[in-house]
């Protein structure tokens, strides 16, 4: 049941060439910028779009293959495709519109139980709240029993109150189902909660592909560190002792890494990793910044702290505790184990 | 921005009265509105081209002088029409100008085979006529009846607004015959050929011409009256095929 | 209507003028007679040969004055021409009248311009050939109408008319010239055909 | 001053209408419209707008679906030559159909060959006002097929359906009021035409005259029933502007995506 794809397209800003392969019962998340060429990838397996070269293939039924001129229809792909808006049907009721794609042996009763969208059932499109309408595009999807799953967006057209509720319900769901599924987002976080592996995908090239937690630790470059919610720092790596390399900052001081790097590099650091204090602390961490607090906002349960170019997320009882307000100058702090050197121009 | 739209409103207000007054005030050698029968056309243009024309079916055009057009003559292919305004006190007293005579007229093609007037009868056509009110449409129906062929009418695919319309649904091959005056057909001689009216079948045809009432320029309108009526008038006539000016009937 | 003098001539010609001339004026006289009453039964053939049967009688009578001037024919013809002239003329009144008579507008004879090839009245013998062929042309009109007419008043007036032209031929056939078989019944279209030339 | 521009240019543009109500009474007017004339006009009227309608509905709906999913170029060259007979006088159009289809025309002999003989028949009429019509409802109906936001038949597609499918399924309903809207434009357009007609196909009182060619015979002939067939037209006009209004204004509601929540527009 793998979903494999191999196409590349001319696209007008830039060449997509894109490689990838997702296992069944696996979520892949592409994440990158807009424009990136993460729906247009999507599209291609879909039969949306026809690449200049390319194969797709799932579980051995080959969709797309332009070398043996092989390029099944849309309609004939039995894909399950969720539009960024849904895309639901403003003529049809909410059964009418999971009935459209249904296969013969689809239940539509027994889809709207699992959706727990029965009592919407002849409902408008327009009368559904956003999380309602993401139910009825999925299950109008799953009717037609597709063998793989794309995701445009799934969440970004949800106000952040029901996002959270509705990822989780969308793992589950995922996790179910066994499908080889690609979801596109440009949030890191929704894929790092969603997939199983995210690939960074920019100007139609996958950068760098891997589990998430992978990623986070060892960001390929500084576009994929950034990505995954780390602060940067640019400097040059001057020199390096007894494993510790000293980084000049280009806003001025220093800081000291366990990753050997050598000329321009920028310092990466998760928000975690880095602690606030009216004052230097006195533990192992090496480095120390002096700053006024630029910015606080609330992240779920914690806070993110925003002094220079440092981003601290510590929590709620920390913020309230130290009694930080935005302009105070404080001390951001993290160890030299948690700054990884991201050479710049790779 | 009140204050521009105000004046420039005046000014179109101003513009538009200068206009009205212009026409209104006669001149000299303005050029005249001349009404005439759609069979005057050519002839009328290369006599005079001065004046401004309106040609088309006499009784439209009279319908519009009863409607108050600001014609100054109105000249006419058949008297009713020019009587009737006359008595209505629009038209001054009309004077017989000129007289036509009726032809059919078939493609040069002629698809339907039609040499003489007895063949509508024994032949499929596609007969094109003009309307009962217009003049050429009452006289081709003297004609068939003079030579009892009215029958004939039930061949009528089209009946046209006026004799232009006629000549050129023929001269296009559309119809297969269709009756106009001798001088339309010389018009299109290159495209129809012409099929004679017996002499003894022809309508009593006389053209009538008079100075219209309400004519703001009266004595321009009858001097070219008097032109059409002059011995140059008459033979640009003659030359475009309409005949003389009959002696009034005994 | 008077009695003409009743010259008698010693030409052979003469005396067989004569001879078609007495008839024909009492046709015309008997003409007079028939008045047509009831109209409305006449079909348009019948008023198709009435307004012929006027057309040509105008143009009989045109040819008869015009060869009265020309002169060309012996004196002896001259009665017999204006005899032939005052028939038409009358032909031409009765058939206005039967036409008025069926709310018709008939034609006048200002309505046509006869038109005579050149040579016709310059010498007697066009004149007589001319003078045959337009009154059989219409002679066989006549004779069609006669027999074929719907309205009986129509019929047996065509018929006196027919009476009348026929005694006519006999003006312009002049004794020793091959006798002519008697004109046939002509249909309006083949006489309408044959007078179409001079009726202009 | 505005007030008295607009009012005149309202009391010019409603007065001709009103007058053709008022100038006779409503009974002489009913009385009018019993005359043969323009019973004859009315049935030929409806006879050929009606197949008409029926030809542009049929082979228009699905030609305008095509040129509305071409790509730009090659549409913008299709949708000018489609307005084109829009802004052709009628007069010109009546000679561009006579030109092809008259008997002397390109068409012409081959029409001969096969027997079809159209002069002066409905079947002209039918074509004029095809002619005529058919523009106003193709404009109409490409802008409400590109009124259909682009993801609804793509996800029609990935559900399954075919291009068949989607068309009938998804882009008509969607597209429905767009479409009504244009098919009314277009029988307002074809009931009221004159020029091409009476050139093309000639007027003869139960065949080819309709009503706005017997209008103009009437003109002389009878002002009155003149005045009651144009009362006629005006009502039919009337009625199908006032359906062209609702249906734009629900439409409106039905078909642009239905904007709920703050979206990010993201793409790509």
Known sequence: MALRIDYTHSLRAYDADVRLTVPPGETLALVGPSGAGKTTTLRVVAGLVRPDRGVVSVDGETWLDTVRRVDWPPERRRVGYLFQEYALFPHLNVSDNIRFGAARETSVDELLERFRIAPLAKARVRDLSGGERQRVALARALARRPTTLLLDEPLSALDAHTKVGVRVQLHEILRDLGLPTILVTHDYEDAAALADRVGVIVDGVIVQEGRAADLVARPRNSFVASLTGASLLLGTAVAACDGLTEIVLDTGGSAWSTDAETGRVALAVQPWEVAIGRATPDDSSLNHLRGAITSIVPHSNRARVRVGDLVAEISASSLERLGLQEGDVVVASFKATAARLLPLGR | ?250 | MSLPDGEATASESAVWIAGAFCSSTASGVALAGIHVRDAKAATENDLAYANFGLATSYLVADFYSRSLEAAKLEASTRPALRRGRAAATLHARELTALLTGAGDTPATAEDFTFEWPVPTFATAASIRRTGTAVLRASLGAYQQAAATLTEPTYRVLFASLSASVAQQVGTFTTAGAPAEPFPLALDLETASAALEAFLG | MLVVATGAALLFLVLPVVAIFARVPPDELLAALGTDAAKDALLVTAETNLISMILILLFGTPAAYWIATRTSRLRDAVVTLVELPLVLPPAVAGIGLLAAFGRLGLLGGTMDTLGIDIAFTQVAVILAVTFVASPFYLRTAVAAYEGIDPTLPAAARTLGAGPGRVFARIAIPLAGAGLGAGAALAFARGIGEFGATIMFAGSLQGTTQTLSLAIYEQFDLSFVVALAISAVLVAISGTVLLSVKLLTRWRSGSTTPIPFAPTTPTSG
């Open chain 2, 1 to 250: 921005m009140n204050t521009r739209l105000a004046t420039l409103a005046v000014a179109l207000l101003a513009g538009v009265c200068v206009a009205a007054v212009a026409s209104a005030r006669p001149q000299a050698n303005a050029p005249l509105t001349i009404y005439a029968a759609a069979s005057l056309t050519d002839v009328f243009r290369s006599f005079d081209s001065a004046q401004n024309y309106s040609f088309g079916a006499s009784n439209a055009l009279e319908t519009q002088i009863r409607n108050g057009a600001p014609a100054d003559v109105y000249a006419s292919a058949a008297p009713l029409n020019t009587q009737r305004l006359h008595r209505a006190g629009l038209v001054e007293k009309p004077v017989t100008f000129t007289a036509n005579r009726l032809a059919l007229i078939v493609p040069r093609s002629n698809p339907a085979g039609i040499r003489s007037i007895y063949d509508l009868r024994s032949k499929p056509v596609k007969l094109v006529v003009a309307g009962p009110a217009v003049p050429v449409g009452g006289y081709t129906l003297t004609v068939l009846r003079k030579m009892g062929l009215s029958s004939v009418l039930s061949k009528v695919v089209s009946r046209e607004s006026d004799v232009r319309a006629v000549t050129g649904k023929i001269a296009l091959g559309q119809g297969d015959a269709g009756f106009v005056y001798v001088t339309d057909a010389r018009a299109v001689s290159d495209q129809v050929t012409v099929v004679r009216v017996p002499a003894w079948a022809q309508p009593r045809v006389r053209y009538e011409i008079a100075v219209v009432s309400r004519s703001s320029n009266k004595a321009a309108a009858q001097a070219f009256i008097t032109s059409v009526l002059s011995a140059r008038g008459q033979t640009a006539l003659k030359n475009a095929g309409f005949l003389a000016i009959p002696k009034a009937p005994a």
